[in-house]
């Protein structure tokens, strides 16, 4: 009779912990599936877009309803000295010459990762009427080690000396990713200059599942 009376304890014992232990090989199971369906919950909502379940909605950043610069709901203070400085120097330093970018989605999809395809240009342009691209003599781009990587571990940089479209180049890339252009001036001087390749407004969304993501590997 004791043997049974310890048995049902037992088994009292084991249905205690049923629910939590269910649970637990629930998420460890499940855990990556959850962890992306969370992820692209965040990535919408980050994006702008509103998310909503049942009674339940949440809502992203919409840029278009941000108050302007000027309204009451920002804390105004009088700007610093560095910050003149730095923004005088980078107008003189690049001679109000500043690289820009576009990019849309081409239809077509890697070869070896299958995720879609961008086509992105990067050019120059000048400040107003301040900056003259007559004063180039040829940029260099440089869009990470990956792109062109079968000619060095560093990837290849780009050279362009035709003043068409800005000293225009062009590259594919399923993710974004950092461009450098090395500008040389006619009158020996260079200046090195940096742009953020974003896809913003392609409806473009990373994906957690691309190994390199932030170098955007070129096709």
């Known amino acids: 009779m004791g043997c049974w009376t310890a048995v049902i304890e037992l088994l009292k014992v084991l249905a205690e912990f049923a629910w939590p232990a269910t649970l637990l090989g629930f998420v ?55 910050m003149l400085t730095t923004r005088t120097n980078l107008y003189q330093s690049q001679k109000n010459i500043f690289l ?17 395809l961008y086509d992105i240009s990067v050019y120059l342009v000048t400040h107003k009427t301040y900056g003259a691209l007559n004063e180039i003599r040829e940029v260099e781009y440089y869009f990470g080690k990956y792109f062109g990587d079968d000619i060095s571990l ?11 479209n800005g000293f225009a180049v062009r590259t594919t890339a399923y993710g974004p990713t950092l461009c450098e252009a090395r500008i040389n001036f006619h009158d020996g001087s260079s200046v090195i200059v940096n742009r953020y390749l974003d896809f913003e407004g392609t409806g473009y969304m990373f994906d957690p599942n691309v190994n390199d993501y932030d170098a955007g590997r070129s096709v």
């Not at 994006?47 to 108050?67: C, M, Q, W």
């Not at 990837?155 to 035709?162: A, D, E, T």
């Open 154 to 164: 560093n990837g290849s940089k780009y050279i362009v000396k035709n003043s068409k």
């Open 100 to 116: 820009v970018h576009r990019a849309i989605e081409t239809g077509d999809v890697h070869p070896k990762t299958k995720f879609s």
């Open 28 to 82: 460890w199971w499940f855990n990556k599936p959850i962890l992306n369906v969370f992820y692209a919950v965040k990535r919408q909502i980050d994006r702008g877009a509103s998310v909503k379940y049942g009674d339940l909605e949440l809502h992203g950043i919409t840029l278009g309803n941000f108050p302007l610069a000027d309204s009451s709901v920002y804390e105004r203070v009088a700007a610093d000295d560095l």
